[in-house]
């Protein structure tokens, strides 16, 4: 027989030295008053029956803390305890019943711990030994795994079995946790607090972590997220399951396609192991594991082979993609969503990068377009953002762009807790844009950079109000990001892509997505507004992916990585413009190096350095007007003028030989042809980089202005 499996000797309640360790145990103990109050109410059940309270969770949930308590409770109330450990029990019958020895009278309690551990025994442990427990008796069942199935269906159990799951802690009780761990100073508390995600193991492994220096963001150590996994997760049945539990930990979901796509042998067998375990949850969407497991295992596998993590990372990445532009809207928009949580993993925006699961209070919400039913909601809203002006920009744009718009109502009450406005441009009017000062700037911004081609498009996210509410804010969030990010993906010739931010917009995530802040923003009365902007004509699609890949991975602004070609488009005024600035500063190399045109396609596709690149190619421009044997003397007006240079007109005019006036028409008409020349090589390399379409938005032909539902017409015309 297993020496260990006989109970502890037992010392009495009055023992000085066990009731100093029950204070400092309950001076510790945080949380779980739903769990003690629905013990409390078995503990006064009437004496006829044997009620059994069963617990289950991953390990690290708190389970042994909790019948620690139980145990304290009861024996405060004149219960009598026995304590079994299923771990450290011989699972034979003798064995089992000698280790909890029950009295045979009064109303006792049995605490077993690790009770998913009984297998064989459970059958004969709840036909045999629950009944042979005199009436009154409690038990309490805590293990990874909750009862069998027979069992939770079992009739004759359905007034005394109670299954309970323990979740984690919320925020307030991880931060008492934390603070009671480690008291005194501790740096980085959002960050551990973020790490933990309100799982006790983690929350006291990150307390114990001294690795951050003051002013530091502290991150796990790899002996912290090691002990966090073996006591977890531990050993797994292959390597094939491994790459599975990598896959699942870079996703916020996980289906068996999705496995299938990366991992095609033996995919329904690891998909099934996954959903059997504890640290695993089923949702609508497919397999999620514990959030700090997921961050945990991500960090681990980024520290032990940063190649294979990066590798990894840019193949989902890329299914997702796919995902985006080709599935169904609902699945599209999960994909997404997706999208966002990978590309922002451990860059704490919202406590851990975009995962709203990651926060145990986070309220779940749900998409729903505009109707005329759900206008006062909407109105109310923008009256408490953005006041009474807000309120006519939302009723204008609603009249113009009512497609454009998404609602998200709360999953548990439908009440709105947020608005979204994303506006299509794909032609400048007059009256949005006399009206509309946001759009105005947008307007001016763009068209200082080039003009918009017929079927290009803008993008302009005008309206993201949020409800302030603690427990909605992040989730609404992150659905509106998905809805922006789908339609970065779909849409047909998307040209430029701008948010308006409340405030100073001073959070870095528009800079980390690499949207540029507009040097001047709109007035508006009622609220301050930052505008950033991505223009696609500069930054493709490919490229900016790839470059969300390197910011992921090696983080904001690190030297040393390759960027992307950044081009910059100009319309013809604007290029004119260039060319002729190039020629004024051509002997003024410092003023050079802020041309526009050295980001221009026709330079920067070529190799070598871009300024030698820009000099070569005007000079060729120049030379190029003798081609015409009419224009010789244009030529040499526009080489003597600016190449040689050094004098001035007048001096060049009597140089050539030429009348001030002829010297002059001669001039002009030479800078035309250099600029003519150039700006035929800028169309053509321009066109080589064009963004290549992701298909266009399904039901709405190119230039199609949305219509406006009578019925919301009505209700904003009453309004």
């Given at each position: ?11 009495p ?24 109050a ?14 059994v309270?069963?617990?289950?969770g ?15 409770e009861?024996?405060?109330r ?12 011989e ?12 009295p ?13 551990r ?5 059958d ?5 030994f ?35 799951c ?12 934390l ?17 933990a ?5 983690a ?19 790899p ?20 790459q599975a539990?990598?896959i ?14 990366f991992?095609p ?35 681990d ?8 993590y990066l ?9 997702l ?12 928009l ?12 451990g ?17 779940a ?5 505009c ?13 408490e ?10 009723d204008f744009?609603l ?27 794909d032609?400048?009017?007059a009256?949005e844009?006399a009206i509309d000062?946001?759009?105005?700037v ?19 996210v ?21 809805r922006?990010t ?13 948010h308006?931010r ?7 995530l528009?800079e ?31 490229e900016?992916?790839?470059l ?10 690190t030297?040393?990585i ?9 319309s013809?005024?604007?290029f ?7 020629l004024?500063?051509?002997?003024q190399?410092e003023r ?10 026709f ?10 690149n820009?000099?070569r ?9 003798d081609q ?5 003397g ?6 003597a ?5 050094g ?26 042809r ?14 080589q980089?064009?963004?290549p379409?992701?298909?266009?938005v399904?039901?709405?032909p ?5 219509t406006?539902n009578?019925?919301l ?7």
């Open positions: 027989m297993n020496p260990h499996s006989a109970p502890a000797p037992r010392r309640a009055t023992d000085a030295p066990v009731r100093d360790r029950e204070a400092t145990f309950l001076r510790g103990f945080i949380g779980r008053e739903n769990e003690l629905l013990f409390r109410a078995e503990l006064d059940r009437p004496p006829e029956t044997v009620p309270f069963a617990l289950h991953p390990s690290g949930i708190g389970k042994t803390q909790l019948l620690r308590r139980f145990a304290i009861a024996r405060r004149g219960r009598d305890v026995v304590e079994v450990d299923a771990a450290r029990t699972l034979t019958e003798d064995a089992f019943a000698l280790a909890a020895d029950v045979r009278a009064g109303r006792p309690v049995l605490l077993v711990d690790g009770s998913d009984l297998g064989p025994l459970e004969w442990f709840r036909d045999r629950l009944t042979g427990l005199p009436p009154g008796s409690l038990v309490v069942l805590a293990g990874r795994e909750p009862p069998a199935l027979r069992w939770r269906t079992d009739p004759a159990w359905s007034d005394t079995l109670r299954v309970a323990l979740d984690r802690l919320s925020r307030a009780e991880s931060g008492r946790l603070r009671d761990a480690a008291p005194g100073r501790i740096t980085s508390r959002s960050a551990r607090l973020a790490f995600a309100g799982h006790p193991l929350l006291r492994l990150a307390a114990g972590d001294r690795g951050a220096r003051p002013g530091d963001d502290w991150q796990p150590t002996e912290v997220v090691a002990e966090l996994l073996d006591h977890v997760v531990g050993p797994v049945p292959s390597p094939l399951h491994r539990l990598e699942c930990a870079h996703v916020p979901e996980t289906t068996e396609e999705l496995l299938r796509a991992l042998e033996q995919v329904h067998e690891v998909f099934d192991w996954l959903r059997r375990s504890s640290y695993t949850t089923s949702g609508s969407a497919g397999l999620r594991l514990l959030p700090v497991i997921a961050e945990a295992l991500d960090r596998l980024r520290w032990r082979a940063p190649d294979a590798s990894l990372h840019k193949a989902l990445r890329a299914h993609q796919t995902l985006i532009r080709t599935r169904p809207e609902p699945v599209s999960r994909a997404a969503r997706a999208f966002n949580h990978i590309q922002t993993r860059r704490g925006f919202s406590g851990r990068g975009l995962d709203e699961h990651a926060d145990p209070g986070c309220e919400v749900y998409e729903t377009t109707d005329a039913e759900a206008l006062p909601a909407v109105r109310d809203l923008a009256h953002q953005l006041g009474a002006e807000g309120v006519e920009a939302v744009w009249h113009r762009q009512p497609r454009g718009f998404r609602l998200y109502r709360s999953a548990r009450t439908g009440e709105v807790v947020g608005v979204l406005g994303l506006l299509t441009v032609r400048w009017d009256v844009t000062p946001v759009v105005a947008v307007r001016e911004h763009v068209e200082s950079h080039r003009e918009l081609r017929p079927g290009q498009r803008v993008n302009l005008r309206f993201a109000l949020l409800r302030r509410r603690p427990h909605g804010l992040l989730s609404t969030t992150t659905a509106m990001l998905a922006v789908r339609e970065l993906h779909v849409q047909d010739r998307l040209a430029w892509t701008f308006v409340g405030g100073d917009g001073s959070d870095c528009p980390y997505a690499d949207f540029r802040r507009l040097p001047s923003g709109p007035q508006l009365a009622a609220q301050r507004v930052t505008l950033f902007g991505h223009d696609w004509g500069t930054t493709g699609m490919s900016w992916c790839d969300l890949d390197d910011r992921m991975f090696f983080g904001l602004g030297p040393g390759t960027r992307p070609l950044r081009t910059t488009v100009l013809r005024a604007a004119d413009q260039a060319v002729h600035e190039v004024r500063v051509w002997h190399r050079l190096a802020a041309n526009p045109l050295l980001h221009a396609a330079v920067v596709r070529r190799s070598g350095d871009p300024e030698e820009l000099r190619l005007v000079v060729r421009a120049i030379e190029a007007i015409d044997p009419k224009a010789k244009q030529r040499a007006a526009v080489w003028t600016y190449v040689k240079g004098s001035t007109q007048q001096a060049v005019a009597r140089e050539l030989a030429l009348s001030f006036s002829t010297y002059r028409r001669y001039l002009k008409r030479g800078l035309e250099v600029c003519w020349h150039l700006w035929e090589q800028e169309v053509t390399y321009a066109a980089m064009a963004v379409s992701f298909g266009a399904p039901g709405r190119p230039g199609d202005r949305d406006l009578p019925q017409r009505e209700a904003i015309r009453e309004g």
